[in-house]
């Protein structure tokens, strides 16, 4: 019997526990599991994006039977039409107003869920029924409310003395599609927010009331900054589910009157499915989604992310 | 003996022979029917796409079925207004279905994307195999199938647009009625207004084509050039101060630029609204709510003061259009075939849209259905379709423009709106 026979080394044996093969499987794994849904993602969403990217740069229209390369020409096209910069311009004061009411109010409701001790869940739970209901039925909701003179919002108001349409005037209309638009997309907003709340460590706020920090002073020095990063994300939210509205905008107004709420969704809608014009449909989803990822960009590059 | 031999032998080859032939003949009728009477017989399945679920027949097919067992119709709903874009979609993808339905006005862009079928030696064949079925339709059936002279398919429904009113608040009032006029309309509405009902109920809203608008510009004696309304015409400038005087004089609604058909239509039934131009399908709704000639009546559109000679009566259409792509061509023109029975096509008439079927308007039981047919026999042999241009849909987003513009700028110079929007639409014709 040999003395210096040394155990068996276990990282030597070969097959199943190899070291190095644990170790690529174990790194491998996540990429694995990722992969169903990155390739649905991928196939759905990226065949879409390219394909349309590239219809884009074509002639495609139903009364002619060539499809001609045409480069840019659909943007240059598009840049000129009094009509898309309607669109845009009716999306950009839908975005900043939604931007700007929408934070106030996932906010101070974030703020309002995170200060209490009891029924929190409850609260946040029931806060989130207007993101779940579809925004089809939203809309037909939001258009009862103002719709002639039963709509119940609007007899509420003739009574404090302001009367007249408000979904038959341009102005106004873009009111209730701002007012439709907060409310179905704040409550998202507000749970991310009060996620960011959630993960302040207390002891800091205690540290800060120690050090004599009045209320707005927490919230200006110390609650916004740590939260910055979940702001980002909420703000990032609201601008590009504001940019793709489509679904509460169609049913609530259909784009009108005149075209007072064709925002760039409805606007992109009525290209692709009612003039049947899908290249230029295609450029206005290529120029949105460069809309998106730059607001997208900003907003991270600010708050830091 | 050698006679009877030979009479034996030559009978027998003769047998033989006569036999011979008569295999070999068998042999070649059956090589060529066989394979023929096989091939009808072997199963078919067509699609067919209806625009509404209301144009399918009551028994769905099942008729057919049993007069066809190796014919089978498999039947969808794709609304008129995606019907156009899903069945190019389909198409692309080779899904398309063998029948589809779409409206009249949009039959160019299919043609032109030569997804249809020329359809000239079916029906042909159809005139050859059943003349008395072929000669039940009037010529609408073809004209509103067809693009460019070539048709595709055949039309057995069409919808004209009728004026009704008020007949009892007009009788209270004493305002001669029907009005005769689209002034006429205009004075009626400003006297029966009052705080809880309109003068004249009209949609304003985007949410549907202006088919509305169109058929009151035909009725004012409205003209196409090359199918492009002629906007900045006598008729286009009265029809766009029409729309002014509603709103300025608050003959319609103050929210008509947020109605969509279902609120128009919703105000007349609900008694709310004195007067509506609506389409013949949705008279029974009036009717269920009002008894008709004791509430309400109806009759042809106005006319505009000196354009009586030009006034037409407008007509929409939904034809069922075979695909090119079919591989059963006879058995959907069959399918048609079957539809076109005055039995089949009546029934839906008498419940939703009128046909170009004639034996089925006249029947007992689509008078008793709707009882102010007897009145309207003589316009519907009138009645003029909608002219279809390739590019409708961009036309009608123009039109919509119009019509909004001038309801929401009641005070605005109408002939200058009739210029400005004309030349936008013939920049749309032109394809600029």
């Given at each position: 019997m040999r003395l210096d026979r040394r155990p068996p080394n276990p990282a030597a044996?070969?097959?199943?526990?190899?070291p190095r093969s644990r170790s690529w499987v174990k790194h491998a794994t996540p990429y694995v599991l990722l992969a169903p849904a990155l390739i649905l993602v991928g196939g759905v969403l990226g065949y879409g994006m390219v394909s349309g990217f590239a219809t884009s740069l074509f002639r495609v229209e139903?009364?002619?039977v060539e499809r001609p390369f045409v480069g840019l020409a659909n943007y240059a096209r598009l840049v000129r039409d009094p009509t898309f910069q309607n669109a845009l311009s009716r999306s950009l004061v839908l975005v900043f107003a939604t931007i700007a009411a929408g934070m106030v109010v996932s906010f101070s409701t974030a703020l309002a869920v995170n200060a209490l001790r009891r029924g929190r869940d409850l609260l946040l739970g029931l806060f989130l029924i207007p993101f779940l209901v579809s925004g089809v039925a939203a809309a037909v909701t939001w258009r009862f409310l103002f719709?002639?003179?039963?709509?119940l919002i609007t007899m509420a108001l003739e009574r404090i003395g302001?009367?007249?349409?408000w979904l038959g005037d341009p102005t106004r209309a873009l009111i209730v599609v701002t007012l439709a638009n907060v409310w179905f997309l704040s409550p998202l907003s507000a749970v991310i927010l009060f996620a960011g709340l959630q993960s302040i460590d207390p002891e800091i706020y205690e540290a800060a009331v120690i050090d004599g920090a009045r209320r707005h002073q927490t919230l200006l020095y110390v609650t916004l900054p740590l939260i910055a990063p979940v702001v980002a994300t909420s703000l990032v939210w609201l601008t590009f589910a504001s940019f793709n509205m489509f679904d509460i905008v169609l049913p609530l107004?259909?784009?009108?009157?005149?075209?007072?709420?064709?925002v760039l969704g409805v606007y992109m809608y009525r290209l692709a499915?009612?003039?049947?014009?899908y290249s230029v449909a295609s450029a206005v989803m290529v120029i949105l989604l460069m809309i998106n990822v730059t607001f997208s960009a900003f907003y991270l590059r600010v708050f830091r992310v | 003996m050698r006679r009877l031999w030979l009479s034996r032998t030559g009978r027998s080859q003769g047998i033989r022979s006569a036999l011979a032939v008569q295999v070999l003949l068998a042999m070649m009728v059956a090589v060529v029917l066989v394979p023929a009477v096989t091939q009808a017989q072997q199963p078919v399945e067509l699609t067919m796409w209806f625009?509404?679920?209301?144009?399918?027949?009551?028994?769905?097919f099942s008729a057919f079925h049993r007069a066809n067992p190796h014919i089978r119709v498999k039947t969808d709903v794709i609304p008129l207004e995606r019907a156009v874009a899903e069945f190019l979609r389909a198409a692309q993808a080779g899904r398309a279905p063998d029948l589809v339905q779409v409206?009249?006005?949009?039959i160019g862009p299919l043609a032109i994307q030569r997804e249809?079928?020329?359809a000239r030696a079916l029906i042909e064949r159809w005139r050859s195999e059943d003349p008395t079925g072929y000669g039940y339709l009037s010529p609408a059936a073809w004209s509103l199938a067809s693009w460019e002279g070539t048709p595709h398919g055949v039309a057995l429904h069409l919808g004209p647009y009728w004026f009704a009113y008020r007949v009892d608040w007009f009788r209270e009032a004493g305002i001669?009625?029907?009005?005769?006029?689209w002034d006429d309309v205009l004075a009626a509405g400003r006297r029966l207004r009052t705080p809880d009902r309109i003068g004249f109920s009209v949609l304003g809203s985007?949410?549907?084509?202006p088919v509305w608008f169109l058929s009151t510009f035909m009725s004012m004696g409205g003209k196409f050039r090359d199918a492009v309304p002629?906007?900045?015409?006598d008729a286009g400038v009265y029809l766009l101060r029409f729309y002014q005087a509603l709103m300025r004089d608050r003959i319609?609604?103050?929210e008509t630029l947020a109605w969509d058909s279902g609120d128009m239509r919703a105000a007349f039934i609900g008694g709310k609204a004195a007067q509506i131009l609506e389409g013949d399908n949705i008279f029974p709704r009036f009717n269920a709510a009002m008894p008709y000639l004791f509430e309400w009546a109806a009759t042809t559109p106005p006319v505009r003061p000196g354009g009586e000679a030009d006034a037409r009566y407008m007509a929409l259409g939904w034809p069922y259009l075979i695909s090119a792509?079919?591989?059963h061509p006879y058995e959907a023109s069959l399918a048609l075939r079957y539809l076109a029975r005055p039995d089949i096509v009546g029934e839906v008439a008498r419940r939703y849209q009128p046909t170009t079927v004639g034996p089925a308007m006249t029947d007992r039981a689509y008078m008793v259905a709707k009882p102010w047919t007897p009145d309207f026999i003589e316009p519907f042999k009138k009645l003029v379709p909608l002219p279809g241009h390739a590019r409708q849909p961009q036309l009608y987003q123009v039109l919509l423009d119009a019509m909004q513009d001038a309801l929401r700028n009641p005070t605005a110079d109408a002939r200058a709106m009739a210029t400005r929007y004309q030349a936008r639409l013939n920049e749309v014709a032109a394809g600029r």
């Open positions: 044996v070969t097959g199943m526990g190899r139903v009364w002619h719709i002639g003179a039963t709509g302001i009367t007249g349409t107004t259909g784009g009108g009157p005149g075209r007072a709420t064709e499915f009612r003039d049947l014009n | 625009g509404r679920r209301d144009f399918i027949p009551a028994d769905a409206p009249a006005d949009s249809l079928m020329d001669p009625h029907p009005p005769k006029t985007r949410a549907h084509d002629q906007l900045d015409s319609a609604n103050p792509r079919t591989k």
